[in-house]
C-alpha cells in the first residue's frame, strides 16, 4: 500500500473522530450549562413557535447581523450559501448511487466555488483593513480564513486547471466508509493532497475553534428563551438544590 | 440528557454495523469498465499514457470540439468516433448498448458513478460505427 494512502486515509479516520465526539462533546456541554436569567434580546417571541422562527431567522438569514451590518452580512451570506452547494456538491464522493438532488447540484456547486471564495476574501479585507476589526483580530480568526482560502482555491485548481482522478479518488473515500482495510489507491496530485490537508486540518480545530458558532447559535440564552417572565418563573434546577427555593414557593417570594 | 445518550449509543452503533457491514462483505462499489478492443500501440493502451486520459479526456473532447467546429481543425488521434468505435463494447447477444440504455456503457461506468454529466452525445452517436470512412477533410497534426 503506497505511503499517501495509508497516511491519508489514518489521517482521515482521525481528522473524523476529532470533530465527531469534539462536537458532540461541546454540544453536550452547551446543553448542560446553566442559564440563570431570564434574558432574551427584546423585543422577543412570547411562545415557543415564536423562538423556533426567531432562531430559524438567524440560522438561515443571519437577521442579527443583518441589522447590525449590512456589508459584513453580504460577504457571510455569499460565503455561507456557497459553501452548502459546494458541500452538497462534494456528497458525490461519499455515496454510490449518488442522489439526484446531488447531481443536479452539480454544475451549480462548480461556480459556487467562486462566490465562496469571494465571500471569503471579502472577509478577509475587513479583517485586514478595517482599523478596529483588524486591532481585535486573534491568529485563529486569520486561520480559519486562511484554512477556508487554501481550500476554496485548492479546490478550484483541483476542478478547473489540474485535474485529478476522480473516479479513482471516489472509490478511496468510499473503501474508507465501508471499512475495507484494504484501501483503495490514491491520486497523488499536489493540489488534491493540499485540498485535502486543509480539510483535515479544518476538521481537527473545529470542535476547538469560533466554528463552534454553528452549533452554538442554538445555545444563545439572548436568541433561544421565550419572553415570559411574568407568566413562569425562570429557575434553573441548580439553584433550586442550591438555595432550596422550590418552583412552587415562587408566589410568595419578593420580586 | 436522555436524548443525548440515546444519539450516542445510535451512533456508536451506526458505525459498528458499518463496521462488520464492510469487513464482511468488502465490497467498495467500484464503476465497472468495460476493456477496450484494442492497444493503441505496443507501448501505449491508448492515444495518451491511461494515468493523462483518465484526468484530462475532457479537454481533447471539449477542447478539440471547439477547434474542429469553429477553426475546421482535425486530427486523427483524438477523435471522439475512435474513442467510441474502440471502447464500447457489445453485450452478451452481440448488441452495442446507447449511453442512455446501459449503465455498462463505458462513458456511462464513470460517468454516473462520478455524477458527472456527458453532453456529447445529445449530438452525437454512442455506439460504434461500422464503417468508419467519413471524409474527414484536410488533417493536422498537433
Known amino acids: 500500500m503506497e505511503f499517501w494512502t495509508a497516511f491519508y486515509a489514518i489521517s482521515f479516520y482521525f481528522a473524523t473522530f476529532i470533530l465527531l465526539f469534539g462536537l458532540g462533546y461541546k454540544v453536550y456541554q452547551y446543553a448542560i450549562t446553566p442559564a440563570p436569567l431570564k434574558i432574551p434580546t427584546t423585543p422577543a417571541p412570547l411562545t415557543t413557535g415564536g423562538v423556533v422562527i426567531r432562531l430559524l431567522s438567524e440560522v438561515v438569514f443571519f437577521r442579527s447581523l443583518f441589522r447590525s451590518n449590512k456589508w459584513i452580512w453580504l460577504f457571510a451570506m455569499i460565503f455561507h450559501l456557497a459553501l452548502w452547494i459546494v458541500l452538497i456538491r462534494h456528497l458525490r464522493y461519499f455515496m454510490d448511487p449518488v442522489w439526484t438532488l446531488v447531481v443536479l447540484a452539480q454544475p451549480f456547486g462548480k461556480y459556487g466555488s467562486f462566490l465562496m471564495l469571494f465571500g471569503l476574501l471579502g472577509l478577509l479585507m475587513r479583517r485586514m483593513f478595517v482599523t478596529r476589526i483588524c486591532y481585535i483580530s486573534a491568529p485563529s480568526d486569520y486561520l480559519m480564513l486562511f484554512l477556508l482560502l487554501t481550500i476554496g482555491i485548492s479546490g478550484v485548481l483541483i476542478s478547473f486547471v489540474t485535474r485529478t482522478d476522480i473516479v479513482q479518488f471516489k472509490a478511496f473515500i468510499l473503501s474508507l466508509l465501508c471499512f475495507d482495510f484494504n484501501w483503495q489507491t490514491m491520486p497523488t496530485d499536489a493540489m488534491l493532497l493540499v485540498h485535502l490537508s486543509a480539510v483535515i486540518l479544518l476538521m481537527i480545530v473545529f470542535p476547538f475553534s469560533k466554528l463552534l458558532h454553528a452549533p452554538g447559535i442554538f445555545f444563545s440564552p439572548t436568541r433561544n428563551q421565550v419572553d415570559n417572565p411574568r407568566e413562569k418563573r425562570h429557575v434553573a434546577p441548580w439553584a433550586v438544590k442550591e438555595f432550596e427555593t422550590s418552583p412552587a414557593s415562587t408566589t410568595t417570594t419578593s420580586e | ?142
Open chain 2, 1 to 142: 440528557m436522555k436524548i443525548l445518550k440515546f444519539l450516542g449509543k445510535l451512533s456508536c452503533g451506526l458505525l459498528l454495523a458499518m463496521a462488520v457491514n464492510g469487513v464482511s462483505a468488502g465490497e467498495v462499489p467500484m464503476p465497472e469498465i468495460p476493456k477496450a478492443k484494442s492497444n493503441f500501440s505496443a507501448e501505449q493502451s491508448c492515444v495518451e499514457p491511461t494515468d493523462f486520459m483518465r484526468q484530462r479526456h475532457g479537454l481533447f473532447l471539449k477542447h478539440y470540439r471547439h477547434d474542429t467546429m469553429r477553426r475546421g481543425m482535425r486530427t486523427l488521434q483524438h477523435s471522439l468516433v475512435a474513442c467510441i468505435n474502440c471502447h464500447v463494447t457489445a453485450d452478451e447477444s452481440g448488441n452495442y448498448p446507447t449511453v442512455h440504455q446501459s449503465s455498462k456503457h463505458f462513458c456511462r461506468s464513470c460517468h454516473t458513478y462520478a455524477a458527472v454529466n456527458i453532453d456529447c452525445f445529445q449530438c452525437h452517436t454512442s455506439k460504434p460505427q461500422e464503417s468508419f470512412s467519413v471524409d474527414i477533410g484536410p488533417v493536422q497534426s498537433d
